[in-house]
């Protein structure tokens, strides 16, 4: 039971980095890249994309694996006496939730970069660069949500689980 | 309640310090490449990319990160334990942090690409000042990184040791307790 505690402390720590992580790397990208490109489509995206450059891929270096990170924090949890299970269990709900609707705008921005810089753009793209711009913000909001949960487990990882008995 | 704050205090810098870093490894991967692949031609392309509505990142979260975490420090402090060093190193991080940026890479940054954009320097000069910050700008990179982390374990431990001091505190009411019993009563009984 040690081990799985201090299993489950490591990854929850991870968790906790990686969610960080990606929440400052989309608001970056929301309020200093995104802007950029998204100005005046078709041509503000072609100036922008037209030469990529770039060390890692962000967001295919944070996506799948944060998902994750935080689904095994909990499962070590199960079982645990510590209060962060409640927390973390909550924070892994919701990020598995938001996970289609990442998966769906990412494939659809990809499709709508991929159509301008093979000159397909279409006027109803704007619409959908709308809807995704709103759909990135709401994103950030749920994950600062999911941050702020993996904070509180991280505050309660040391204090006892919370069960009927014990409130009673 | 001054407890309270401190934990929420302690959360919203490590939230703050997540941001920053996120921001800056975004930045690093994604951003940096873009303007530093060719200077100075790359340069003065990336500044005549026309933009509209957005925010300066670096200007709302740079202040930010620096002073959640030393209003967590000073809250805190008082059920700190080993805790202390965690948050006195979170502090010291995000000070050097924020000194190094105002005081060596941000007038770096700012005088290359002024110089680029005006065509005034060697291109060799240019390539040479874009490779010194970016060195510099990894360092502080990998500087902040711990920060974040050691802010993390700062709040782990704060929140144990806290328990404990609380713990202890009731223990020693209870035990005042105990003896003004014995002495009011005039009998020895354990309340």
């Known amino acids: ?168 | 309640m001054r407890k309270r704050i401190a934990a929420f205090l302690l959360m919203a810098s490590i939230a703050a310090w997540g941001i920053w870093c996120g921001g800056q490894v975004f930045n690093e991967l994604m951003v940096v490449p873009k303007w530093s692949a060719s200077p100075p031609e790359t340069i003065k392309a990336f500044n005549e990319i026309p933009r509209k509505g957005g925010a300066p990142f670096f200007v709302l979260f740079n202040p930010l990160f620096v002073i959640l975490a030393i209003l967590s420090a000073i809250f805190a402090w008082k059920w700190a334990r080993r805790s202390t060093k965690w948050l006195a190193l979170s502090v010291v991080i995000a000070l050097a942090v924020f000194a190094s940026l105002m005081l060596y890479l941000v007038p770096l940054v700012g005088s290359t690409q002024a110089h680029a954009m005006a065509g005034d320097l060697p291109a060799a000069e240019i390539i040479a000042r874009v490779e010194e910050w970016k060195f510099g700008n990894r360092i502080r990179l990998l500087v902040e990184l711990c920060g974040f982390v050691f802010s993390i374990v700062a709040l782990h431990v704060w929140s144990a040791e806290s328990n404990e001091v609380k713990d202890r505190q009731q223990v020693r009411q209870a035990n005042n307790q105990t003896v003004m019993t014995e002495t009011v009563g005039g009998k020895y009984e354990n309340s």
């Not at chain 1, 799985?4 to 608001?27: E, N, Q, S, V």
């Open chain 1, 1 to 168: 039971m040690k081990i799985r505690k201090d299993l489950a402390r490591l990854f929850l720590f991870i968790a906790t980095i990686y969610w960080g992580i990606w929440l400052g790397g989309y608001i970056f990208n929301a309020l200093m890249v995104v802007p950029l490109w998204s100005h005046n489509p078709p041509d503000s995206m072609l100036s922008y994309f037209r030469e990529p450059h770039f060390l890692l891929y962000f967001f295919s270096a944070v996506n799948p694996w944060v998902f994750l990170v935080s689904l095994i924090a909990w499962l070590l949890t199960i079982k645990l006496d510590t209060g962060s299970g409640a927390w973390l269990g909550r924070a892994t709900l919701i990020a598995w939730i938001m996970l289609p609707l990442k998966i769906w705008m990412i494939i659809t921005i990809g499709g709508v970069v991929g159509a301008t810089m093979q000159g397909n753009f279409e006027p109803n793209m704007i619409n959908t660069i709308s809807l995704w711009k709103n759909l990135n913000w709401l994103t950030i909001t749920t994950a600062t949500v999911i941050l702020t949960l993996h904070l509180l487990a991280i505050l309660n990882f040391n204090n006892p689980r919370r069960t009927k008995e014990r409130i009673s």
